[in-house]
């Protein structure tokens, strides 16, 4: 879906963007995001990953190292999952009028923005959480806007927000009791990577 105009970049730090970072940084080629309405076992032929534990890998960066890192040969696409992320990705990729689309993050967020500015405009949509606002998801929206706008950052101010989010409300969820510590260091490694995956014409992730 190329074009010069408008990019749109989706956000779910907690866990969507996060775990297809982590899938693409394990060798994956593709990532088939699967709406939450969807049902998950039509895409047998595919390694698959959601929030709970009946598929092959769970989302959660943690989980898709472990995983994967110990296969002598990871698959070129996988199916993920996920009640935030996926969801807005699907439905604004469903949405004729966006033409580019865009997975940010923490972990990407330089990145993202060095590749926004090749684009006239842009917008930012933030997944949050199950119609909440997700403060990590903001966070990571204003470092792209102020890498985008050339502004001052204090990175270390944020690395001190980061490193202490308040993910007491993730733990008590029966969704999220499997996320752990190691999970939230992956989502909040700041610029930690230099990928952005795009979603395809035919609405898949990539990174090609």
Request: negative net charge.
């Amino acid at each position: 879906m190329p074009s010069n105009d408008e990019v749109h970049v989706v956000i779910d730090v907690m866990m969507f963007s996060s775990s297809v970072l982590s899938l693409f940084d394990s060798g994956v080629s593709s990532v088939i995001p699967v709406h939450p309405s969807e049902d998950l076992s039509q895409y047998e032929d595919y390694m698959t990953g959601s929030e709970t534990g009946d598929a092959d890998f769970r989302n959660s960066p943690q989980n898709i190292y472990s995983v994967f890192g110990v296969m002598d040969s990871v698959p070129n696409t996988v199916a993920l999952t996920s009640s935030n992320g996926a969801k807005v990705v699907v439905e604004l990729f469903q949405d004729e009028s966006v033409e580019s689309l865009v997975i940010g993050s923490l972990s990407n967020a330089k990145a993202v923005a060095n590749h926004i500015q090749t684009y006239e405009s842009y917008s930012i949509h933030t997944a949050g959480s199950n119609g909440d606002v997700a403060i990590e998801d903001e966070i990571a929206k204003e470092l792209i806007e102020r890498e985008v706008k050339d502004k001052t950052i204090e990175y270390e101010s944020v690395l001190n927000v980061t490193s202490n989010l308040p993910i007491e409300r993730v733990f008590d969820s029966d969704s999220y009791e499997w996320m752990t510590e190691e999970d939230r260091h992956h989502a909040t490694n700041i610029n930690s990577m230099s990928i952005v995956p795009t979603v395809t014409e035919d609405g898949w992730i990539s990174i090609n």
